[in-house]
């Protein structure tokens, strides 16, 4: 059998639908394929690779999602030990709020192993095709909804914001998964520091099958303790104003609004 080496790839969003042809390459060709799905997740990737195994059932055989995460390495790497290419598969984008995969490519590299991640459809593509969002236009902030609330930012108020994994909100213990109203009521507090109470978030989920549709619930800032939060909801707040030309980082190069073109220097006569 070849060297050991270990390729950690997404398996997307939707189940079959947004697997790259990158990673189907990869998981057919794989001795072993260990992923974090199941279901019908699973029963496709077992027709692209028969060997494909779950790693689901970690968060039944261990308390709490820490020590789920550290069965998952601990068995991806227990593959790895056997030699061979092993193809972890993670739901979504594998580098993207996945500790585990993270950790099986340091663990691996710290072996004298070959490891590599590659990139899968996220939760943030499908928030950016669903909203019809480009972070382009206005920029784009985004964090943890729980490492936002505990470490003060700096929140541009003319950019997105987008907050991540809510579920997860005031879950100390990492033991949870729903968010505690107190810490969704404290947030919106936070806030309203920046936005007006009646500014217009919306709560939104992916849809994770064909025909089904995404979560887009609009809610105002001063009501989001009343909405639910899933494991899949992301809350995305839209720009409260325009952002404002430089007059002063225009004139170092010479400059004048006008020189920006029609759109940029409308935004600044009308700021």
Known sequence: ???????????????????????????????????????????????????????????????????????????????????????????????VFVWPAHECIRQARARGLEARLYPGISAEDCLFADLELDPALHGCQSYEAMDFFLYPRLIDTSAALVLWQMAALGDVRRDRFEADPAWVRALAEVLMADYPAEHVATVYEAATFPLSEPRREPISLARLHQVSFSQASTLYLPPLAAPRLSEQRLARLGLVAEDLGPAAYRRYRDR
């Open 1 to 95: 059998m070849a060297a050991a080496r270990l390729s950690v790839v997404g398996t997307g969003i939707r189940p079959g639908g947004h697997l790259t042809l990158e990673t189907r390459h990869l998981l057919a060709g794989a001795d072993r394929v260990l992923a974090v799905v199941d279901g019908l997740g699973l029963e496709h990737l077992r027709r692209i690779n028969p060997a494909a195994e779950s790693l689901q059932d970690c968060y039944r055989q261990s308390p709490g999602r820490e020590a789920s995460y550290a069965e998952m390495v601990r068995r991806i790497l227990a593959a790895l030990d056997r030699g061979g290419h092993v193809c972890a598969a993670f739901y979504g984008h594998p580098g």
